[in-house]
């Protein structure tokens, strides 16, 4: 019962490196989604996908890389680290994407570039 | 682009008494839907109760209620009966019927809930 999972729950990385933050989800939700938390902002979506290879950008997808090739993983790659990208970040997955869907979240990783 | 507003960063209510959460948000959109999600320190976000727009009846979760005033665009969170376990950020929610991946939060209102 393990649902939605995220590794790893902390990261510290230097700026310029690559780093990829997984996601798991073991309800074989068909939407799933990338959010960034940052104080005053809430949470802002960086990406979602529809299914397994179907991706697309959400409100600020700018620095980061999606893929999806099973329907239970969603990784997130931020392909040079800019300490802007210092976040909480955020997975979810639906079972449907409108209406009055839920979004299951999971726990957050904590990204902090140096 | 929509946008939520919680104008409260931080509230604080006794135990078993009640307190309201506001949330206003901006559209031009005639149907929509709102959210409260809660975020404990654990950080894993919960929903807490939703609201269509079109439903003039606010919706009810228990302890946890809405007034949804669709001509203020404002759609507040009342806890009834305040818990300890009630302490948490809230986050006031709002999806786009129109955009289906569109969801807009808010920054988010502290609550603290005293003993």
Redesign the interface.
Known sequence: DAGITQSPRYKITETGRQVTLMCHQTWSHSYM?WYRQD???????IY?SAAADIT?K??VPDGYVVSRSKTENFPLTLESATRSQTS?Y?C?SSVG????S??F????TRLTVL | ?QT?T?SQPEMSVQEAETVTLSCTYDTSESDY?LFWYKQPP??????VI?Q?AYKQQNATENRFSVNFQKAAKSFSLKISDSQLGDAAMY?C?Y?S?YI?????????TRLTVKP
């Open positions: 989604f104080l005053g902002h809430g949470l802002r979506l979602y697309d959400g409100e909480v955020f979810a994407v409108g209406g009055l839920e979004q979240f999971g726990p957050g | 682009a939520v919680q839907y654990s950080r894993q976000m919960i929903l939703r269509e986050f929610a999806r019927a289906n991946n569109d969801m807009r939060f808010g920054a988010g």
